[in-house]
């Protein structure tokens, strides 16, 4: 299925990811290990479980995370960002491992379901 083919969802990131990515380049970091958990907080019809599913999606996601022109003049215009790191995500390539949770699977609040370690965050 391709759900994504004309659209670059990579600005639906969260912020703060890209204030910590921000932050690594800022300290000589951007070829460390970096781990970072997705979970939800409150399950929105307040039931006591909620079933994971998405998870093709969100390999998709991954697999074509890039930043365009727009994007960068966008987070230029939050002033967050120096020069350097806005010129960096213009190369960026991303690699990761991921672990999830199984399609169909019941999830809680609060509890890590999906895993994202980037082993490289390359600059080409």
């Known amino acids: 299925m391709d759900w994504n083919k004309d659209r670059n969802l990579t600005m639906l990131v969260d912020f ?3 204030t910590m990515a921000n932050g690594y380049l800022q300290m000589g970091m951007q070829n460390k290990r970096g ?3 997705m979970f939800f907080r ?4 307040h039931g006591g479980f909620a079933i994971a599913a998405g998870l093709e999606q969100v ?3 991954l697999k074509n ?3 365009t022109e727009e994007d960068i003049e966008y987070l230029r215009g939050k002033h967050l960002f120096g020069e350097d790191f806005l010129d960096w995500l213009r190369n960026f390539k ?3 491992d991921v672990w999830a949770i199984p399609e169909g699977t019941p999830i809680f609040p609060n509890e ?3 895993i994202v370690e980037a082993l490289s965050w390359k600059h080409s």
């Open 59 to 61: 390999i998709d996601y």
């Open 42 to 45: 409150k399950i929105p019809d």
């Open 35 to 37: 781990v970072f958990d």
């Open 112 to 114: 890590p379901i999906l």
């Open 94 to 96: 991303f690699s990761c």
């Open 65 to 67: 995370l890039k930043f």
């Open 16 to 18: 703060y990811e890209l």
